[in-house]
């Protein structure tokens, strides 16, 4: 299959009526995970990649994306590739070249004007070259803590987009990065209201505290795009804590990163079905490969 563009796949979770989940790689072991997990699950995703991931392998983004690219091309189902929270418009434009069809310009923590400028300059760009832009309006809170004080006004974020003319809109509802639990408690009134003022798609961070029935909430409330992260790495980080605990002694790093890879997967398709609302089967090269 060839590789799919963000915007399509945006497009057609819209039109769908469900959601399409954005998923976060770091190490090639997820974009393998994520890729296989789209597979098994007959879902479409996009495989997301943050400038601090991108940070840790140099900066460049070429090589993982080279890597998500190639998967992407010999996956049977729609792979999309986007940069994730991007703090500088010169890394969208590398993303872009690399191969990425969509950006996330963050520059939700500066004040509003500065905002509106960077995005609106973000997203002329990404229109001339074909590619999506999110941007975000109110923050979603910081790495590491709860702090879900940060709130979308809904009549700035319609203004927000009639201003920049971005293509969709992280918001603020009550969602909080980096959470280890799903405790979030969602504000699904302020989700409404924002809906009724912005007419382009939504997009929901932080999912990884939110409980599924508010995810499922959210998407039948107007969210389309669903980042999830930090599920990922939680259930990466207990398969390898597992695998080396039970053998001190172990070296070879396919034994603690194959377990991994399978969790990142496991918890992958749980996410699709969820997100996607499909069901989620088995598939025979998917038993074939547990028992090898
Ligand atoms: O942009 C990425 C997401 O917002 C991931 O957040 O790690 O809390 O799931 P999470
Ligand atoms: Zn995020």
């Given at each position: ?22 998923l976060?790689?770091i190490?090639?072991?997820h ?11 007959g ?9 601090n ?13 080279a ?12 792979v ?6 991007a ?13 990425f069809?969509s ?22 760009w ?24 940060a ?47 912005v ?7 932080g ?8 995810v499922?909430d ?5 969210i389309t795009?669903v ?22 002694d ?14 990142i ?14 069901h ?5 090269d998917m ?6």
């Amino acid at each position: 299959m060839t590789i799919a563009r963000t915007a399509d796949l945006v497009q057609r979770a819209q039109e769908l009526r469900t959601g399409i989940a954005a998923l976060n790689v770091i190490q090639l072991e997820h974009a393998e995970a994520i890729v296989r997990a789209a597979e098994c699950s007959g879902a479409p995703v996009i495989l997301q990649v943050s400038e601090n991931a991108l940070l840790y392998h140099s900066g460049d983004p070429v090589p993982i994306a080279a890597a998500c690219l190639a998967l992407a091309r010999r996956s049977s189902m729609p792979v999309a590739l986007h940069l994730d929270h991007a703090t500088s418009f010169s890394l969208c434009r590398s993303a872009i070249e690399a191969g990425f069809s969509s950006y996330m310009i963050d520059a939700s923590s500066a004040d509003y004007e500065t905002n509106v400028q960077l995005t609106r300059e973000a997203a002329q760009w990404g229109r001339e070259q074909g590619a999506w832009t999110e941007a975000e309006l109110g923050e979603v809170g910081g790495k590491g803590a709860h702090a879900p004080g940060a709130r979308t006004d809904p009549a700035e974020a319609g203004r927000f987009v009639e201003e920049t003319k971005v293509d969709g809109l992280a918001i603020a509802i009550g969602s909080s990065h980096a959470m280890a639990t799903q405790s979030a408690n969602l504000d699904l009134r302020l989700l409404e209201s924002i809906r009724g003022e912005v007419n382009v798609p939504l997009v929901l961070h932080g999912t990884s505290g939110v409980p599924d029935d508010s995810v499922r909430d959210a998407i039948s409330l107007g969210i389309t795009k669903v980042n999830v992260s930090t599920q990922l790495n939680k259930a990466m980080s207990s398969a390898i804590r597992l695998e080396l605990a039970r053998d001190p002694d172990l070296i070879d790093p396919r034994r603690y990163l194959g377990p991994a890879r399978d969790a990142i997967e496991g918890q992958a398709r749980h996410l699709l079905g969820l997100i996607n609302q499909v069901h989620v089967r088995e598939t025979p090269d998917m038993k074939e490969r547990k028992t090898q």
